[in-house]
């Protein structure tokens, strides 16, 4: 991107009083967890999605889908919000109307200091019945699972005995409904819509810069790499979030809104 054009894009972004900002796998990559697609180190380079992302893996196989969220949970139960959470945290005091749509299952948001987060693709921390959908609460603490994973039984629902599944949408299962309509007003809304560290290739969610888009708002990408959609954002910022997010947010709101809150 020129310095001319990010010129123009810090100061648009200071004009705008609402902004919305959808992150991926890649927001959390700078906190050591592994993102889906990026070659060598995503979680599907490695792993089959239809043995472990689908309802019908569940059903044949729950020990061992159980067993890896548990792998993954216990991943970011040792992991720390990085330097683009606290950032982004920051965002809520100088953008009068910020909304905050996730596809990560994370709870590094939260931790970042992020507030109302609308979490598209559910949560590790939210598991539920199979039957009931009664909520389930993890035990306290990290679970003991080896790198990768390895079979273990998904604990049973204290209201009526049914497996517990991973609180987290499968492929071939619908979004959250009040999450999506959510994120489609906030991004059909917005006067700038962020796209961060997402290889926009899973819809809806990718689908969502569509709406702002077709509402006139000004999007910007932030990647590590250049994506197959590039041509759908005004901007295209290429790097780690956790680097260009501060260095932007900084040149647009000053030196205090890279800092953590207190
Ligand atoms: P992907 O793994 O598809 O894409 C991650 C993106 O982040 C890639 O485009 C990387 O180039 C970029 N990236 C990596 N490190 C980065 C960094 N430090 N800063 C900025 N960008 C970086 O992950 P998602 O797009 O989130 O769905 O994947 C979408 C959905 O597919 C996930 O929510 C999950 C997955 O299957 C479900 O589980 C339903």
Redesign the pocket.
Known sequence: MSSSEYEKLIAAARRATSVTVL?????S??SRIP????KQT???EKFD?MDL?TPQAFERDPSLVWGWYEWRRALVKKAQPNA?HRALATLEKYVPQLTLIT???DDLHERGGSQGIIH???SLERPRCVHCEEPYAHPEGIPDVPQGGARVEPPRCLACGCRVRPG????GEPLPELEWLAAVTAASSCEVFFS???????QP??SLVEHARGAGALTVQ????S?DCDMLFDFAIQ????E?LPRLFRAVWGAEAETPRS
């Open positions: 992150t991926g796998a890649g927001f990559a700078e993102t889906f697609r990026d995503g979680l599907w999605v992302a683009a596809q990560n299952v598209l693709h559910g987290v949408v499968w492929f961060i560290g997402t290889s926009s290739l899973v969610a990718a932030v990647n590590l790499n994506t790097g780690a979030a956790g260009e």
